[in-house]
């Protein structure tokens, strides 16, 4: 089997992930390309050294630039934050390597449309991280949707709300910037699922708010929290609703999707399963049920051979990771690749400029 070099910048929540993933993808999915886990870049040398020595790095460094121009990587994951994603996404092409870029794929719409055309150009492996849509629960709704299983779509109702900034007391770096607000960091992945289960989105009218103007004694820049109405190309109608403090709420990424025959429901606080409703069979037989996931959906079986028994986070990097290898050693563009960042962008400054304009937008404006 051939080996590729991997290089992780970034150590912590999501390097952590992307290093446990690759270090394992191999031996869940039996892949053509094998993983080595040859470089991590952290903020100082001390902290590379940590990672290299946890998660089984080759080598560590404290400098990106030293991993990307590095023969031996050859293909790079991005998990450092937002503002960093553009500068080490354009020197990782320039250098011929493949990217794996987490979410957002910018920390603004232009970063997004320079890193899209930079990826299209090279033409490399590109994908963004949006991994909540690839369980194999998320994955079968979208199956159930292609075969009209619930007839034409015509509403979708969707969220992404935690409470993990509901204390006003607490602040920091999660507090200040647009790009680390609730619209920066939680909406693009509903936007994503959005996407992925209606096909694009025309228009919207949204709006976005702050709900603890001040935290730890400086003023908030972001919001946290927004909804939108939206209208889909399909001719669907929708609704989203995205926060950081909604008391209760620890994985909130949800929807319900209704459609003339039937309606499909899903909470990823119980990801190994699926709801689904069709009008099929007599009235009075008709209701909800409840699929636990299995061998039987997607990217299921390379986990567990017992139904019911479920996959966790991880495993959905994981199944990320088979997907970004799959990328390279087939040469093909594997979904979300940047265009689809890019996509997520455009509706995240069109909800921005709704808001501001208390009006609907076209999202082909931006």
Known sequence: MAEIGIGIVGGGYMGKAHSVAFAAVASVFDTDLRPRLEMIAASSPETAEKYRAMYGFARGTDDWCTLVNDPKVEAIVIASPQSTHREIALAAFAQGKHVLCEKPLGASLDDSIVMHNAADASGLAN??????????ASQYARQLLAEGRIGDIVYFRGENTEDFFA???????????????????LAPHMINAAHAL???IDSLCASVETVHKTRDGAPVT???????????????????????????????????????????????EDQNAIWLYTTEGPEAERGFRKILTGPAHPDYLPFCQGPGHGTGYQDQIIIEAKDFLTAISEKRAVWPTFAEGLAVNRIITAVHDSSVKNAWVNVADY
Not at 226 to 244: D, I, T, V, Y
């Open 222 to 268: 972001n919001d946290d929290q927004a909804q939108m109405m939206c209208r889909f190309a399909n001719g669907a109608q929708g609704h989203m609703f995205f926060s950081r403090v909604a008391v209760g709420r620890k994985m909130g990424y949800a929807y319900e999707i209704h459609g003339t025959k039937g309606h499909i429901r899903f909470d990823q």
């Open 198 to 200: 209606m096909g694009p």
């Open 167 to 185: 204390d006003p007391n607490v602040g920091g770096w999660r507090a200040q910037g647009q790009a680390n607000g609730t619209m920066g960091d």
């Open 127 to 136: 994908m963004v991280g949006f991994n909540y849509i690839r369980t194999p």
